[in-house]
């Protein structure tokens, strides 16, 4: 009996063993394949091939010298965006980056270039801003064809967001460049430099006072009725009253 429960408990013993051998080996076998895994990510996939499309304001080398690729570099440890940062510090007309690898060796960069939109003056210095609100450049004379942003300020450097002073005026710009632009009203100037009194010029031959925000999207669909209405005389348009209650506004023509 006693021979009995020795041989059960010596098959226990290498059943287990056995186990924890299989375990052991499983677990090496992971680590293996991990290390394996981090050396052809960080060096058997040099980077020997860059190719650059989609600017048209910048060059294929002055895109690769700004991005910092080089041959040193590794196709699976590339850093999106640290790429498309170094690529804005250096050419702020880039909007946007998208990275694509290629095995074995190869980077693809899809560049979309900036589109001015407006512009904000800040001391005797014109800073043209994207559509997305980039800064992309600062010259001493007003630049054509863009309209102007007043407000009670904005910071930055060429390269990054312009960042204003108050948020709510942030908000209240992009509003109101949506809300004109679905009328498909041409924007001279916004002033949201006091919230409660907006105005923008448009059309270049109106002066409009829309004061708050409230009731913005419906101001600016009546706006655009007016101006339909006026035909070809310019002047001053004041919606600051206008409710849904009190859907009127006012037009004083210039008599200029």
Known sequence: MQSEVNKRRVARQKKTRKRRLKIALIFFLIIALITLAILCFTYFFPVKRISITGSKIYTKSQIVKASGLTTDDQLFTLSQDKIESDL?????????????????????????????????????????????????????KKPE?????????????????????????????????????????????????????????????????????EYLSEKIAHLASMIDSIADRSGKINLSMWTPQNSQGTFIEDKN
Not at 96 to 114: E, F, G
Request: cysteine-free; charged content about 30%; hydrophobic content about 35%.
């Open 88 to 140: 804005r510090k250096s050419l702020p007309y880039i909007d946007s980056v998208k990275i694509k690898r290629v095995l074995p060796d190869a980077v693809v960069i899809n560049v979309t270039d900036a589109k001015e939109q407006a512009f904000y003056k800040k001391g005797k210095t014109y800073n043209t801003i994207s559509d997305k609100g980039y800064i992309l450049k600062q010259q001493n």
């Open 145 to 213: 064809n863009l309209f102007e942003i007043v407000t009670s300020g904005i910071d930055g450097k060429v390269g990054t967001q312009a960042k204003y002073k108050n948020s709510a005026e942030q908000e209240l710009v992009q509003n109101l460049i949506t809300e004109l632009t679905k009328q498909k009203i041409t924007i001279d100037k916004i002033d949201v430099s006091n919230i409660l009194e907006i105005s923008v010029n448009v059309e270049d031959r109106f002066t409009v006072i829309i004061g708050s925000d």
